[in-house]
Protein backbone atom coordinates (compact mmCIF):
# COMPACT_ATOMS: atom_id res chain seq x y z
CA UNK A 1 0.00 0.00 0.00
CA UNK A 2 1.55 3.58 -0.75
CA UNK A 3 1.91 5.64 2.12
CA UNK A 4 -0.24 8.14 3.16
CA UNK A 5 2.07 11.46 2.41
CA UNK A 6 1.01 15.08 2.60
CA UNK A 7 1.47 17.54 -0.49
CA UNK A 8 5.29 17.94 -0.67
CA UNK A 9 6.34 21.11 1.47
CA UNK A 10 4.19 20.72 3.96
CA UNK A 11 6.31 19.08 6.30
CA UNK A 12 9.00 21.54 6.27
CA UNK A 13 6.10 24.14 7.73
CA UNK A 14 7.66 24.87 11.59
CA UNK A 15 4.56 25.61 13.91
CA UNK A 16 3.51 29.17 14.11
CA UNK A 17 4.69 30.37 17.77
CA UNK A 18 2.16 33.20 19.06
CA UNK A 19 3.66 35.76 21.75
CA UNK A 20 3.12 34.14 25.15
CA UNK A 21 0.25 34.73 27.00
CA UNK A 22 0.61 33.69 30.73
CA UNK A 23 2.81 33.18 33.80
CA UNK A 24 2.02 30.66 36.21
CA UNK A 25 0.73 31.67 39.25
CA UNK A 26 0.41 35.26 38.08
CA UNK A 27 -2.51 37.17 37.48
CA UNK A 28 -1.36 40.81 37.11
CA UNK A 29 0.38 39.73 33.36
CA UNK A 30 1.45 42.52 31.30
CA UNK A 31 1.24 41.57 28.00
CA UNK A 32 3.35 43.31 25.65
CA UNK A 33 4.41 40.26 23.04
CA UNK A 34 1.67 40.40 20.54
CA UNK A 35 1.36 43.63 19.19
CA UNK A 36 -2.94 43.85 20.62
CA UNK A 37 -4.30 47.26 21.70
CA UNK A 38 -4.06 47.85 24.84
CA UNK A 39 -6.78 49.40 25.59
CA UNK A 40 -8.67 46.41 24.48
CA UNK A 41 -11.36 46.28 21.75
CA UNK A 42 -13.39 49.30 21.05
CA UNK A 43 -16.60 49.88 22.75
CA UNK A 44 -18.34 49.61 19.74
CA UNK A 45 -17.03 46.33 18.88
CA UNK A 46 -17.99 45.10 22.11
CA UNK A 47 -21.61 45.85 21.93
CA UNK A 48 -22.11 44.65 18.71
CA UNK A 49 -20.57 41.40 19.71
CA UNK A 50 -23.40 40.96 22.11
CA UNK A 51 -26.08 42.02 19.58
CA UNK A 52 -25.10 38.99 17.13
CA UNK A 53 -25.58 37.01 19.81
CA UNK A 54 -29.56 36.67 18.38
CA UNK A 55 -29.13 35.45 15.18
CA UNK A 56 -26.41 33.20 15.67
CA UNK A 57 -28.52 31.05 14.01
CA UNK A 58 -28.11 32.71 10.83
CA UNK A 59 -25.35 31.89 8.35
CA UNK A 60 -23.25 35.35 7.61
CA UNK A 61 -23.49 37.73 4.45
CA UNK A 62 -20.97 35.71 1.78
CA UNK A 63 -20.56 39.01 0.18
CA UNK A 64 -19.39 40.87 3.04
CA UNK A 65 -20.91 43.93 1.69
CA UNK A 66 -21.79 46.28 5.31
CA UNK A 67 -18.22 45.51 6.03
CA UNK A 68 -16.61 46.49 2.61
CA UNK A 69 -19.03 49.51 2.77
CA UNK A 70 -17.58 50.56 6.16
CA UNK A 71 -14.22 50.24 4.90
CA UNK A 72 -14.33 52.00 1.39
CA UNK A 73 -16.30 54.70 3.54
CA UNK A 74 -13.64 55.22 6.29
CA UNK A 75 -10.64 54.68 3.32
CA UNK A 76 -11.71 56.20 0.25
CA UNK A 77 -11.64 52.89 -1.73
CA UNK A 78 -13.67 50.94 -4.14
CA UNK A 79 -15.65 48.57 -2.37
CA UNK A 80 -15.63 46.20 -5.27
CA UNK A 81 -12.05 45.98 -5.02
CA UNK A 82 -12.07 44.76 -1.43
CA UNK A 83 -12.10 41.31 0.23
CA UNK A 84 -12.31 40.04 3.60
CA UNK A 85 -10.53 37.21 5.19
CA UNK A 86 -10.16 35.21 8.60
CA UNK A 87 -7.10 37.68 9.79
CA UNK A 88 -5.10 38.86 7.53
CA UNK A 89 -3.64 35.60 7.43
CA UNK A 90 -6.37 34.43 5.26
CA UNK A 91 -5.61 36.34 2.39
CA UNK A 92 -2.03 36.32 2.79
CA UNK A 93 -2.92 32.40 2.75
CA UNK A 94 -5.62 32.18 -0.66
CA UNK A 95 -3.36 34.67 -2.28
CA UNK A 96 -0.35 31.92 -2.29
CA UNK A 97 -2.98 29.17 -2.75
CA UNK A 98 -3.97 31.05 -6.00
CA UNK A 99 -1.06 32.36 -7.06
CA UNK A 100 2.08 29.75 -6.37
CA UNK A 101 2.71 26.01 -6.68
CA UNK A 102 4.52 23.76 -6.93
CA UNK A 103 8.20 25.06 -8.88
CA UNK A 104 7.35 28.61 -8.31
CA UNK A 105 9.02 30.98 -5.30
CA UNK A 106 7.44 33.36 -2.82
CA UNK A 107 9.73 36.32 -2.08
CA UNK A 108 10.19 37.95 0.98
CA UNK A 109 12.84 40.11 3.11
CA UNK A 110 15.08 38.06 5.52
CA UNK A 111 13.21 39.48 9.16
CA UNK A 112 9.71 39.14 7.24
CA UNK A 113 6.63 37.65 8.47
CA UNK A 114 6.30 34.29 9.54
CA UNK A 115 3.32 33.70 7.54
CA UNK A 116 4.43 34.17 4.09
CA UNK A 117 6.97 31.28 4.54
CA UNK A 118 4.10 29.19 6.14
CA UNK A 119 1.61 30.00 3.38
CA UNK A 120 4.51 29.29 0.33
CA UNK A 121 5.24 25.89 1.46
CA UNK A 122 1.51 25.14 1.97
CA UNK A 123 0.61 26.26 -1.25
CA UNK A 124 3.98 23.80 -2.31
CA UNK A 125 6.25 26.89 -3.44
CA UNK A 126 9.84 27.79 -2.87
CA UNK A 127 10.26 30.25 -0.50
CA UNK A 128 13.34 32.85 -1.05
CA UNK A 129 14.41 35.10 1.34
CA UNK A 130 16.32 38.88 0.40
CA UNK A 131 18.45 40.13 2.86
CA UNK A 132 18.03 43.26 4.68
CA UNK A 133 20.42 46.21 5.25
CA UNK A 134 20.90 47.61 8.69
CA UNK A 135 17.53 46.13 9.53
CA UNK A 136 15.82 48.22 6.71
CA UNK A 137 13.96 46.34 3.27
CA UNK A 138 16.09 46.17 0.36
CA UNK A 139 15.21 46.96 -2.53
CA UNK A 140 17.45 46.00 -4.69
CA UNK A 141 18.26 43.01 -2.90
CA UNK A 142 14.45 42.24 -3.60
CA UNK A 143 15.10 42.63 -7.06
CA UNK A 144 17.86 40.81 -7.56
CA UNK A 145 16.53 37.99 -6.35
CA UNK A 146 13.30 37.86 -8.18
CA UNK A 147 13.26 35.62 -10.75
CA UNK A 148 10.82 34.55 -13.53
CA UNK A 149 9.99 31.75 -11.35
CA UNK A 150 9.31 34.66 -8.64
CA UNK A 151 4.83 34.41 -8.37
CA UNK A 152 4.48 36.73 -4.98
CA UNK A 153 6.58 38.94 -2.87
CA UNK A 154 5.38 40.04 0.40
CA UNK A 155 6.31 43.13 1.93
CA UNK A 156 5.38 44.33 5.62
CA UNK A 157 5.90 47.97 5.69
CA UNK A 158 6.36 49.03 8.58
CA UNK A 159 8.04 46.06 9.24
CA UNK A 160 7.59 43.33 11.73
CA UNK A 161 9.67 42.53 14.16
CA UNK A 162 12.53 45.82 13.16
CA UNK A 163 9.28 48.25 13.02
CA UNK A 164 11.44 50.50 10.12
CA UNK A 165 9.80 51.65 6.81
CA UNK A 166 10.11 51.63 2.83
CA UNK A 167 9.87 55.55 1.56
CA UNK A 168 6.92 55.23 -0.84
CA UNK A 169 9.16 56.21 -4.10
CA UNK A 170 11.04 52.76 -3.04
CA UNK A 171 7.79 50.87 -3.21
CA UNK A 172 7.29 52.04 -6.09
CA UNK A 173 10.46 51.36 -7.13
CA UNK A 174 10.20 48.11 -6.20
CA UNK A 175 6.58 47.38 -7.54
CA UNK A 176 8.16 48.86 -11.17
CA UNK A 177 11.11 46.64 -11.18
CA UNK A 178 9.76 43.13 -10.50
CA UNK A 179 9.26 40.51 -13.45
CA UNK A 180 5.64 41.25 -15.28
CA UNK A 181 4.00 37.69 -14.01
CA UNK A 182 4.58 38.49 -10.31
CA UNK A 183 2.28 40.34 -7.33
CA UNK A 184 3.94 42.47 -4.90
CA UNK A 185 2.11 42.06 -1.29
CA UNK A 186 1.64 44.99 0.44
CA UNK A 187 1.48 43.98 4.26
CA UNK A 188 -0.02 47.25 6.30
CA UNK A 189 -0.74 45.26 9.43
CA UNK A 190 0.92 48.42 10.68
CA UNK A 191 0.24 51.00 8.09
CA UNK A 192 -1.82 53.23 10.16
CA UNK A 193 0.15 53.74 13.10
CA UNK A 194 2.76 55.50 10.53
CA UNK A 195 1.43 58.77 9.77
CA UNK A 196 -0.03 59.75 6.70
CA UNK A 197 0.53 56.79 4.73
CA UNK A 198 -1.97 54.86 2.29
CA UNK A 199 -0.83 51.93 2.58
CA UNK A 200 0.12 51.63 -0.70
CA UNK A 201 -3.85 51.79 -1.67
CA UNK A 202 -2.65 54.63 -4.54
CA UNK A 203 -0.55 52.09 -6.03
CA UNK A 204 -2.75 48.94 -6.10
CA UNK A 205 -5.14 51.60 -7.66
CA UNK A 206 -1.97 52.67 -10.81
CA UNK A 207 -1.09 49.04 -11.22
CA UNK A 208 -2.54 45.78 -11.74
CA UNK A 209 0.62 43.97 -9.96
CA UNK A 210 0.16 45.07 -6.16
CA UNK A 211 -2.16 43.84 -3.49
CA UNK A 212 -2.42 45.53 -0.08
CA UNK A 213 -3.63 43.90 3.02
CA UNK A 214 -4.54 45.18 6.51
CA UNK A 215 -5.97 43.75 9.19
CA UNK A 216 -8.57 44.52 12.42
CA UNK A 217 -5.95 42.51 14.79
CA UNK A 218 -4.08 45.56 16.04
CA UNK A 219 -5.09 49.40 15.81
CA UNK A 220 -8.52 47.86 16.52
CA UNK A 221 -7.60 45.80 19.05
CA UNK A 222 -9.32 42.61 17.54
CA UNK A 223 -6.90 39.60 17.37
CA UNK A 224 -9.23 37.28 19.22
CA UNK A 225 -11.79 37.55 16.47
CA UNK A 226 -9.64 37.47 13.10
CA UNK A 227 -10.70 39.84 10.64
CA UNK A 228 -8.62 41.05 7.96
CA UNK A 229 -8.93 42.60 4.47
CA UNK A 230 -7.33 43.12 0.87
CA UNK A 231 -7.21 45.88 -2.00
CA UNK A 232 -6.27 44.68 -5.11
CA UNK A 233 -6.45 44.58 -8.94
CA UNK A 234 -10.69 43.11 -9.87
CA UNK A 235 -8.83 40.40 -11.30
CA UNK A 236 -7.10 39.48 -8.18
CA UNK A 237 -10.51 39.94 -6.17
CA UNK A 238 -12.41 37.65 -8.72
CA UNK A 239 -9.47 34.86 -8.08
CA UNK A 240 -9.71 34.96 -4.21
CA UNK A 241 -13.76 35.35 -3.86
CA UNK A 242 -13.66 31.82 -5.71
CA UNK A 243 -11.26 30.18 -2.99
CA UNK A 244 -11.97 31.37 -0.09
CA UNK A 245 -14.38 29.86 2.69
CA UNK A 246 -18.17 31.37 1.48
CA UNK A 247 -18.96 31.97 5.27
CA UNK A 248 -15.46 32.73 5.97
CA UNK A 249 -16.25 35.75 8.41
CA UNK A 250 -19.32 35.07 10.89
CA UNK A 251 -21.90 37.64 11.38
CA UNK A 252 -20.13 38.15 14.88
CA UNK A 253 -16.78 39.13 13.21
CA UNK A 254 -18.33 41.04 10.42
CA UNK A 255 -20.73 43.02 12.68
CA UNK A 256 -18.11 43.69 14.96
CA UNK A 257 -15.36 44.86 12.33
CA UNK A 258 -18.03 47.44 11.17
CA UNK A 259 -18.44 48.79 14.50
CA UNK A 260 -14.67 49.04 15.04
CA UNK A 261 -14.11 50.79 11.32
CA UNK A 262 -16.78 53.42 12.09
CA UNK A 263 -15.53 54.26 15.58
CA UNK A 264 -13.16 56.66 14.82
CA UNK A 265 -13.12 57.99 17.96
CA UNK A 266 -11.42 55.06 19.22
CA UNK A 267 -8.65 54.60 16.42
CA UNK A 268 -7.74 58.43 17.03
CA UNK A 269 -7.06 57.54 20.97
CA UNK A 270 -5.47 54.76 20.54
CA UNK A 271 -2.79 56.56 18.19
CA UNK A 272 -2.10 59.22 20.00
CA UNK A 273 -1.13 56.85 23.11
CA UNK A 274 0.76 55.10 20.69
CA UNK A 275 2.71 57.63 19.13
CA UNK A 276 3.84 59.40 22.84
CA UNK A 277 4.22 55.87 24.42
CA UNK A 278 6.53 54.52 21.28
CA UNK A 279 8.45 58.35 21.60
CA UNK A 280 9.18 57.83 25.40
CA UNK A 281 9.91 53.54 25.12
CA UNK A 282 12.76 54.58 22.52
CA UNK A 283 14.13 57.68 24.14
CA UNK A 284 14.34 56.06 27.72
CA UNK A 285 15.80 52.61 25.68
CA UNK A 286 18.38 54.14 24.30
CA UNK A 287 19.13 56.72 27.91
CA UNK A 288 20.15 53.32 29.65
CA UNK A 289 21.79 51.90 26.30
CA UNK A 290 19.70 49.39 24.76
CA UNK A 291 19.58 50.37 20.84
CA UNK A 292 16.74 50.54 18.87
CA UNK A 293 15.62 51.98 15.50
CA UNK A 294 12.49 54.57 14.89
CA UNK A 295 10.07 52.50 14.69
CA UNK A 296 6.64 53.59 12.76
CA UNK A 297 4.55 50.42 13.95
CA UNK A 298 2.96 49.81 17.88
CA UNK A 299 6.54 47.91 19.10
CA UNK A 300 10.10 48.60 19.59
CA UNK A 301 12.41 46.24 18.96
CA UNK A 302 15.12 46.55 21.59
CA UNK A 303 18.84 45.43 20.75
CA UNK A 304 21.12 44.21 23.91
CA UNK A 305 24.53 43.50 23.56
CA UNK A 306 23.79 39.88 23.19
CA UNK A 307 21.80 36.85 22.87
CA UNK A 308 22.59 36.00 26.31
CA UNK A 309 21.50 39.43 28.00
CA UNK A 310 17.92 39.47 25.50
CA UNK A 311 17.67 36.26 27.51
CA UNK A 312 18.13 37.42 30.54
CA UNK A 313 16.43 40.46 30.03
CA UNK A 314 13.23 38.88 29.21
CA UNK A 315 13.45 36.70 32.52
CA UNK A 316 13.71 39.55 34.66
CA UNK A 317 10.87 41.05 32.79
CA UNK A 318 8.56 37.71 33.46
CA UNK A 319 9.66 37.66 36.71
CA UNK A 320 7.85 41.21 37.43
CA UNK A 321 4.94 39.77 35.25
CA UNK A 322 5.99 41.39 31.92
CA UNK A 323 5.59 39.71 28.61
CA UNK A 324 7.62 40.23 25.60
CA UNK A 325 8.64 38.71 22.32
CA UNK A 326 11.83 36.85 21.68
CA UNK A 327 13.00 37.17 18.15
CA UNK A 328 15.28 34.77 17.70
CA UNK A 329 13.09 33.26 14.69
CA UNK A 330 13.30 36.43 13.14
CA UNK A 331 17.05 36.68 13.03
CA UNK A 332 17.54 38.75 16.07
CA UNK A 333 18.27 36.24 19.07
CA UNK A 334 20.01 39.66 21.01
CA UNK A 335 16.16 41.69 20.52
CA UNK A 336 13.13 41.76 22.75
CA UNK A 337 10.28 43.08 20.56
CA UNK A 338 8.53 45.06 23.09
CA UNK A 339 4.64 46.48 22.36
CA UNK A 340 3.75 50.11 23.09
CA UNK A 341 1.45 49.86 25.84
CA UNK A 342 -0.66 52.72 27.64
CA UNK A 343 1.07 54.98 29.93
CA UNK A 344 0.97 52.71 32.94
CA UNK A 345 2.17 50.28 31.22
CA UNK A 346 5.06 51.60 29.49
CA UNK A 347 6.21 53.03 33.27
CA UNK A 348 6.37 49.15 34.60
CA UNK A 349 8.37 47.88 31.84
CA UNK A 350 10.80 50.66 32.08
CA UNK A 351 11.16 50.38 35.86
CA UNK A 352 11.59 46.96 35.33
CA UNK A 353 14.42 47.27 32.34
CA UNK A 354 15.95 50.03 34.67
CA UNK A 355 16.16 47.52 37.42
CA UNK A 356 17.52 44.87 35.57
CA UNK A 357 20.52 47.38 34.25
CA UNK A 358 21.50 48.76 38.20
CA UNK A 359 21.78 44.61 38.74
CA UNK A 360 23.31 43.83 35.60
CA UNK A 361 25.89 46.84 37.21
C1 LIG B 1 0.08 40.85 13.18
C2 LIG B 1 0.47 40.83 11.75
C3 LIG B 1 -0.49 40.56 10.78
C4 LIG B 1 -1.93 40.39 11.15
O1 LIG B 1 -2.36 39.12 11.03
P1 LIG B 1 -3.90 38.81 11.29
O2 LIG B 1 -4.07 37.48 10.66
O3 LIG B 1 -4.67 39.86 10.56
O4 LIG B 1 -4.13 38.83 12.75
C5 LIG B 1 -0.10 40.56 9.45
N1 LIG B 1 1.16 40.83 9.10
C6 LIG B 1 2.11 41.12 10.01
C7 LIG B 1 3.48 41.48 9.57
C8 LIG B 1 1.78 41.12 11.37
O5 LIG B 1 2.72 41.39 12.28
Not at 23 to 30: E, F, K, N, S
Not at 81 to 94: K, Q, Y
Not at 243 to 263: H, K
Request: proline fraction near 5%; include cysteine; hydrophobic fraction near 45%.
Amino acid sequence: MAPIAPQPGIMDIALYEGGKSAIAGRDDVLKLSSNENPRGPSPAAMEAVRASAATLHRYPSTDHAALRTAISDVHGLDAGRIVCGVGSDEIIHVLCQAYAGPGDEVLYPEHGFAMYRISALAAGATPVVARERERRVDVDALLAMASERTRLVFLANPANPTGTMLHEAEVARLAAGLPEACLLVLDGAYVEYAEGCDGGAALVESRDDVVMTRTFSKLYGLGGLRIGWGYAPRAVIDVLNRIRGPFNLSGTQLSAAEAAMRDRAFVAETLAINAAQRARLTQALRAMGIACDDSQANFVLARFRSPEEAGAADLHLQARGILVRRVTGYGFPEGLRITVGTEADTTRVLDALARFREEAA
